[in-house]
């Protein structure tokens, strides 16, 4: 059974810096990509980054580019998302989630599996 494990949210103030991680377990995910999206209140899914298994070629959204970054180390099956310069516009539920490589990474719909979730607050 697959499961994504999520920690590391919480409220930061403007300015701050978190470290999300999501921890993989339950198949061999060397063939797949692992994205980070985030939902807001009354908010589509938004697409954040994604990061492939194997090798270390990464995608970000626009609006957390250069202040965001997806790493992940293989022997503890654990993706991060490392933010800094958080801004309340980052106020979210961040999920980690896994999907087969291919194109359009950033399209929730294509992903397989999903972990709760964790919430991340940022105060001005």
């Known amino acids: 059974q697959v499961q994504l494990v999520e920690s590391g949210g919480g409220l930061v103030q403007a300015g701050d810096s978190l470290r999300l991680s999501c921890v993989a377990s339950g198949r061999t995910f060397s063939s797949y990509v692992m994205g980070w999206f985030r939902q807001a209140p009354g908010k589509d899914r938004e697409f954040v980054g994604a990061?492939?298994?194997?090798?270390?070629?990464?995608w970000y959204a626009d609006s957390v580019k250069g202040r965001f970054t997806i790493s992940r180390d293989n022997a503890k099956n654990t993706v991060y998302l490392q933010m800094n310069s958080l801004k309340p516009g980052d106020t979210a539920v961040y999920y980690c989630a896994a999907r087969l490589s291919g194109t359009n990474v950033d399209d929730y719909q294509r992903y397989l599996y999903w972990g709760q979730g964790t919430q991340v607050s940022v105060s001005s």
């Open positions: 990061v492939t298994w194997i090798g270390s070629t990464t």
